[in-house]
């Protein structure tokens, strides 16, 4: 049983609603949390006492993870909700919250936009809030550039140490993404291949098949390089490429992803149109349904926008195990299908022993697929059965779904394992000051190359897997996307 006070400020708002009552409902349902945990929903009155409950029970029962919930769960879980209306920036609501709870394991998690982050930190300190078992977590964006993170960054290290901040980035908390360390260091059949001398090259892809709509401003001022590179494609690329961890400890795995990141090769004006493609969704159909484009969103303010809805990078990393393997990196909105996977190609055998006869056989592959559908797929090279004189080679995959293979165990929702770690005070999945400064270096010099070349931003029909030139991209490597189809 795991015990906290839980301090969502923002506890009206979307992120509150859509995924942190319906994960900790979850956790409660697993008989995760002790009888004495509380959360404290501040907002600002958006709803009475009443409707607030009424539209915590909706998401929770709109969400996959909680739908089917029993009545005594729920009534349980909404007996820990305190409905606090209040203003988060002023030190008088923490003094009145303080004579609340105990001052022991305290976590405050900051769903308000990194903008007021600023005030709501100096109200906490004003207050006396926190003390060593305090914990925040904050949420993305973390900033637009390196400078613009170290200031936000700074106003929350100026009331927490290092070790009480809890960065979150959701992706990390996805059951695949975690079974890569194991993946990875607890089977001997992988690592030793794990180099350049047998991977030809990676890909990692992120797609959505929604548009952005409802957020355009916000994402009109970010773009697809700061809003998914910078963060989830980045921290992927770490957790696949970086050094064994001495220990499976905290710091010790966020040693490694940080040298990753320090490894990553610059981008230089004389070649960055060669290695990075911008593009920006127009009007087109995904599964037969005509979308508007980018700029004829409903809630678009501006005709002409340069922003990118689309990015694909072919980075590299400058050490031993990994020099000459590209990393081909992939997202974009209005593509035709959802999904975000891993692909890891193998090199071809030395020696073609076979002649097939059915012409060209793929090579070994790779696929860590993080969703729709959780699992890893291998495929090898088999003989078709027959009594023909000519051999005849296929690929096959063997499949692990983790739906099929772990019937017995549920995968949990992202939110739900980073909320449970936090409780347990585990940092392991969370993204270290050092880190996010790394990544923010690398994709603030691919935006100022951008700017200085005037690189276009190409537009895609919607529906389309963006840019014609990012199949370019690495045909002019002799290499091609893989297109995962639903």
């Known amino acids: 049983m795991n015990g906290c006070n839980l301090i969502i400020i923002g506890g009206e708002g979307d992120l509150a609603l859509r995924k942190l009552y319906p994960a900790m409902c979850s956790l409660d349902n697993e008989g995760l949390l002790s009888d004495g945990v509380r959360i404290y929903c501040f907002g600002r009155g958006k709803f009475s006492e009443d409707d607030f409950h009424a539209e915590v029970a909706r998401w929770i029962e709109a969400s996959e993870y909680t739908d089917t919930m029993s009545e005594e769960v729920t009534a349980r879980f909404h007996s820990r909700l305190v409905h606090i209306v209040g203003d988060a920036t002023d030190a008088n609501c923490f003094r009145d919250l303080a004579g609340r709870l105990p001052a022991e394991d305290r976590v405050i998690y900051l769903s308000t936009p990194p903008s007021i982050f600023p005030p709501i930190c100096r109200a906490i300190d004003e207050a006396n809030f926190v003390n060593d078992d305090t914990r925040i977590v904050v949420e993305k964006p973390l900033g637009e550039s390196r400078a613009s993170f170290e200031e936000i960054d700074g106003f ?4 927490f140490a290092e070790e009480q901040i809890y960065r979150i980035d959701h992706y990390l ?3 695949t993404v975690q079974n890569l360390l194991a993946l990875r260091f607890a089977n001997v059949l992988f690592e030793p291949l794990w180099n350049r001398n047998f991977i030809d090259h990676v890909q990692i892809t992120v797609a959505e098949s929604i548009g952005v709509g409802g957020r355009w401003k916000f994402y009109d001022g970010a773009g697809a390089l700061r809003d998914m590179v910078q963060n989830h494609l980045l921290q992927l690329l770490c957790l696949v490429s970086m050094e064994p961890p001495a220990k499976n400890q905290p710091d010790f795995v966020r040693d490694e992803k940080l040298k990753v990141l320090r490894c990553l090769k610059p981008m230089e004006e004389t070649s960055v149109s060669d290695v990075t493609i911008r593009g920006q969704y127009v009007g087109g159909h995904i599964q037969s349904e005509a979308v508007p484009g980018y700029l004829e969103e409903s809630d678009a303010t501006a005709d002409k926008s340069d922003t990118e809805t689309f990015v694909a990078i072919k980075a590299e990393l400058e050490n031993s195990r990994w020099q000459g393997v590209p990393f081909y990196l992939r997202t974009g909105k209005r593509l035709p299908t959802k999904y975000s996977e891993i692909v890891i190609q193998f090199k071809p055998v030395v020696h073609r022993f076979f002649k097939n006869s059915s012409g060209r056989v793929p090579d070994n592959q ?3 697929r993080l969703q729709p559908r959780e699992g890893i797929e291998l495929s090898l090279i088999n003989k078709v059965p027959g009594l023909s004189g000519q051999t005849r080679l296929q690929g096959a995959a063997l499949d692990l779904s983790f739906d099929q293979a772990f019937e017995a165990h549920r995968s949990p929702s992202a939110y739900e ?3 449970l770690d936090v409780i347990r005070a585990d940092q392991t999945l969370f993204m270290r000051s ?4 790394a990544s923010w270096e690398w994709v603030d010099v691919i935006l100022d190359c951008w700017e200085k070349t005037g690189q276009p931003v190409l537009n895609y029909p919607a529906g389309a897997w963006g840019p014609i030139e990012a199949v370019d991209l690495l045909a002019q490597d002799r290499r091609r996307w ?5």
Request: glycine content about 4%.
């Open 434 to 437: 050092d880190e996010i400064c």
């Open 482 to 486: 893989f297109n995962w189809n639903a």
């Open 366 to 368: 790779l696929v860590i």
């Open 156 to 159: 929350v290290k100026s009331v």
């Open 417 to 419: 394992r980073l909320l």
């Open 173 to 175: 908390g996805k059951e």
